[in-house]
Structures are given as C-alpha cells and as structure tokens.
C-alpha cells in the first residue's frame, strides 16, 4: 500500500456506487488522462479492517494476468481513507444493464454471452485457487467496447492448495451455494457455479429465486430444497 500522495496521481470525477464502507468514483490518471475506477474506503467506518483490505489488494496482485477480471493499478493511503484504483467500466453492471432493459431481463442471446466470458473469469481464477464467493449480475461489469469482467474480490478466499476448502459463510444470500450456507460440510470452487447458474436465473427471470424471502430463511432453505430450475 503507496503512502504516495494519490491526489498527484488520480483526480476524483462523479460517484458511481456507493455502499456502507465508502464509495466508487470514476477517476482520471492525470499523466495520462486514462479513466479509471477509484475504490475508495474509509477506514473510521468499514467493517474491513486495514489486513482485510490488505487481503483483497494481495489478492488482486495475485490476479493480474486473470481473464476477465477487473486490472488492479494500485492502492493508496489518504488519510483515515483507502484508496483502490482499478480498470474502469463505462457500462456498468449486468444488474443496472437489465433494469434498463425491458422487463428488468436481459434477451438470452446475451445471457449466453454473458455467462461465457464470466466461465473464463472463472476457469482461470480457479486454476489460480482462488474462490470468488459473491458472482451476481451486480459484480459482473462491462466495459465500453463491451468486455465483461467480474468484479468485487471483497470476499473472494485464496486457498492454498487445490485440494483446501473452505467453511465461512460469506456472499449474498440468495445467490449462495447450499454447501456455504451450512458450517459442515466445507466448501470449494464449485460453489461459485452454483452462485453462476442463479445469476442466470437472475438475469432471465429479473432476480434470484426465494427473492420475496428474508435472506435469513433463504439460508434454512437452501440445504433442503432442490435447485432451482427455470420453468421453461
């Protein structure tokens, strides 16, 4: 993490997203004009603490030459804030390209686009043993030219060899695995397909299944209910 004075090296433009722990900008690298994301957290208020922090930047370090996922430039100290500059996607999220969408659902010729390039993001971050733990239609992005990358490694669990599996329960609800959602037994990278196949029951059908339940109940649910299946 840079102590470099990051207000000599990026500029700030409109807020993009903001959430309990800060907010995302889109940014300029004033060198080069290149528009940039800027992650940025504060500290006084996060949930994550400074190794939690730490954890994601290493992580995306690790991740550099992965397909598919968002390019990570560098992390920088600004006071009690943190800030996380990475590659930039004028198109937003799959979730805010289908509320734009008629119905709130994406055409399926689409979807299968979609779901192919977020397949490779996957294949290659787990050959590279790391588990992202929270596939959504709001963590996947697309770029101008169209390009989609997964996003958000907040929760995302490096496992140490092929064989490591994990037992904390992270993601969102509605989109976890049935396996995440009980202590025992423990977890592995095909919980991320599981949390694919209902980000496309999302995207067709507008959101994930069970979503008119408290996310809480969804957990009891999971482990004893089949999967779900689009009716058509």
Known sequence: MSTTDVHQLYKRLETVGKGAYGSVHKGVELATGNI????????????DDVADIQSEVALLTHLRDAVNITKYYGCYLDGPRVWIVMEYASGGSVRTL???CKDGTIPEKYIVIIVREVL??????????VIH??????????TAVG??????????????????KRNTLVGTLYWMAPEVAQPVPAYDTKADIWSLGITVYE????????????????VQLLPKTKAPRLVE
């Open 147 to 164: 390009k989609v990358m997964l996003c958000d490694f907040g929760v995302s669990a490096l496992l140490m060899t092929t064989q490591s």
């Open 36 to 47: 940039v994301a800027l992650k940025i957290i504060n500290l006084d208020i996060a949930d």
């Open 98 to 100: 289908m509320k734009a």
């Open 203 to 218: 995207m067709v059908t507008g959101s994930p299944p069970y979503s008119n339940l408290d996310g809480l109940k969804v």
């Open 133 to 142: 733990r929270d596939i959504k239609a709001a963590n996947i992005l697309i």
């Open 120 to 129: 490779l993001a996957l294949s290659s971050l787990h050959k590279a043993n």
